[in-house]
């Protein structure tokens, strides 16, 4: 069974930072995708970045220049970066993954428990 674990969120004022972190453990054969996603109190949940496992990056048009994903797939890690953040950011951000866990397996999507990100003076 993979778990994914989420760190980094937190309270913070506007134009401030926060760096997130979510580990993928378990069996993991190979890594699809790894994103982040948020959540604001009424909204529906959104894509915010994800990056593939070769590298390629997506970013949602509200959250471009301000916000950097990076992975590592040694340590089948993530990491959303955020910079210049805005009330506008406040969400539950949670983080997702389709993976492989064995070579013969189909890939599935797994989903963090979520991690609360406030930005407000």
């Known amino acids: 069974q993979v778990q994914l674990m989420e760190s980094g969120g937190g309270s913070v004022q506007p134009g401030g930072s926060l760096r997130l972190s979510c580990a993928a453990s378990?069996?993991?054969?190979?890594?699809?995708?790894m994103g982040w996603y948020r959540q604001a109190p009424g909204k529906e949940r959104e894509l915010v970045a994800s990056?593939?496992?070769?590298?390629?990056?997506n970013y949602a048009d509200s959250v471009k220049g301000r916000f950097t994903i990076s992975g590592d797939n040694a340590k089948s890690t993530v990491y959303l970066q955020m910079n210049s953040l805005k009330p506008e950011d406040t969400a539950v951000y949670y983080c997702?993954?389709?993976?492989?866990?064995?070579?013969?397996?189909?890939?599935?999507?797994?989903w963090g428990k979520g991690t609360s990100v406030t930005v407000s003076s």
């Open positions: 997702s993954t389709k993976l492989r866990e064995r070579f013969d397996s189909v890939a599935t999507d797994y």
């Open positions: 990056i593939t496992g070769s590298g390629r990056t």
């Open positions: 378990g069996s993991i054969f190979s890594i699809n995708i």
